[in-house]
């Protein structure tokens, strides 16, 4: 997916119209999902897997149950620190209201179906693909193998 970079008012009135499967203002800046970008990625077949906080996951879920949650945990506060401030995308002042943020965060991940501990990347990122390869072979993900089998079943073959 891309991003948009537009005014103030037309995402507001973008948000309005239901545009977004999910948006927040964060830290003065609005972020949202377009629904049509994620719908389309999914009838393709793909994944969708979307950097979110904590609202916007919450959105998701809440619009799409079957939504899979993962929280992705640094393994510290003082790591978080380190990786925020050498993005050096943030100020100083910004860096400190997203560092208090970062209790509440913590709590909320209770609430996500997976939490990935973000220390070794290599590692996080083959706990990343378990969960994918899981959730994809969920039985209510698979239905449709068991109504093919069924509809292809003896006597129901392909002809020759």
């Known amino acids: ?59 998701v879920k809440e619009k799409v149950p079957d939504a899979v949650l993962i929280f992705i945990l640094p393994p510290s506060l003082d790591a978080l620190h380190e990786r ?23 709590k909320a991940a209770r609430d996500f179906d997976y939490i990935v501990l973000n220390d070794i990347l290599e590692e996080a990122g083959r706990v990343l693909d378990a969960i994918i390869t899981a959730e994809r072979c969920r039985t209510s993900r698979q239905l449709h193998l068991i109504d093919d089998l069924m509809r292809t079943g003896p006597g129901r073959g392909k002809e020759e």
Do not use: C
């Open 1 to 59: 997916m891309h991003y948009f970079f537009w005014s103030r008012e037309r995402f507001l009135e973008a948000a309005g119209r239901g545009y977004f499967l999910e948006w927040a203002e964060v830290y003065g800046n609005y972020y949202g999902t377009p629904v049509a970008e994620v719908e389309s990625a999914l009838k393709a077949g793909s994944d969708v897997l979307l950097d979110l906080d904590i609202r916007g996951a919450r959105q």
């Open 84 to 106: 925020i401030s050498r993005r050096g995308t943030e100020t100083e002042q910004e860096r400190r209201l997203r560092l208090e943020a970062a209790s509440g965060f913590l």
